[in-house]
T-cell receptor, first 110, second 113 residues
Framework: RKEVEQDPGPFNVPEGATVAFNCTYSNSASQSFFWYRQDCRKEPKLLMSVYSSGNEDGRFTAQLNRASQYISLLIRDSKLSDSATYLCVVFSGGYNKLIFGAGTRLAVHP | EAGVTQFPSHSVIEKGQTVTLRCDPISGHDNLYWYRRVMGKEIKFLLHFVKESKQDESGMPNNRFLAERTGGTYSTLKVQPAELEDSGVYFC???????????FGPGTRLTVL
């Protein structure tokens, strides 16, 4: 079983749509959680950290459910520029490393 | 402030040859990480330096891979001899403290023929 699992997609949505991505992780001792965005042939870039209380950054909302070991990302009012691969990432403090999901591909069309 | 830089951006070599990848972290970042993404797979951790010391090299695939960070500044990752399965994108990341945000370089795309 993979340590971080994501639906690979692709999610094809029209501009203005709301889209949600989910992710599960297997290590209950994981300390920190993130969503990274990766454009084609580029490096991953931090989109936002994820907290149990939930956090919002503009059109993006992230949520963590530690009991279910589940992380979500909600994108409202999708823009063409949101097209990318979204990586669910867990920081394993005990091992000092980031553990990546395989990513969920999003394509926003006009 | 300059970000993480990596050199070269692309490398195409033949099986059995040697390749050395370089990473320059953000200035002042003591923590330096190497990750790799092979075709169709997720990005995976290779190793972690704190200054010049290897903290964790549990992700290194085998002894054909050698990483160094002399002087605690830039790091090199040498693959010798390269095999076909080493093809992929090698990312370097750095952070101030181990729990801080890791900033990624643009990656080196390695193709072994």
């Amino acid at each position: 079983r993979k340590e971080v699992e994501q639906d690979p997609g692709p999610f094809n949505v029209p501009e203005g749509a709301t889209v949600a991505f989910n992710c599960t992780y297997s290590n209950s001792a994981s300390q920190s959680f993130f969503w990274y965005r990766q454009d084609c042939r580029k490096e991953p870039k931090l989109l936002m950290s994820v907290y149990s209380s939930g956090n919002e950054d503009g059109r993006f909302t992230a949520q963590l459910n530690r009991a279910s070991q589940y992380i979500s990302l909600l994108i409202r009012d999708s823009k063409l520029s949101d097209s990318a691969t979204y990586l669910c990432v867990v920081f394993s403090g005990g091992y000092n490393k980031l553990i990546f999901g395989a990513g969920t591909r999003l394509a926003v069309h006009p | 402030e300059a970000g993480v830089t990596q050199f070269p951006s692309h490398s195409v070599i033949e099986k059995g040859q040697t390749v050395t990848l370089r990473c320059d972290p953000i200035s002042g970042h003591d923590n330096l990480y190497w990750y790799r993404r092979v075709m169709g797979k997720e990005i995976k951790f290779l190793l972690h330096f704190v200054k010049e010391s290897k903290q964790d090299e549990s992700g290194m695939p085998n002894n054909r891979f050698l990483a160094e960070r002399t002087g605690g500044t830039y790091s090199t990752l040498k693959v010798q001899p390269a095999e076909l399965e080493d093809s992929g994108v090698y990312f370097c990341a750095s952070s101030t403290h181990r729990t801080d945000t890791q900033y990624f370089g643009p990656g080196t795309r390695l193709t072994v023929l």
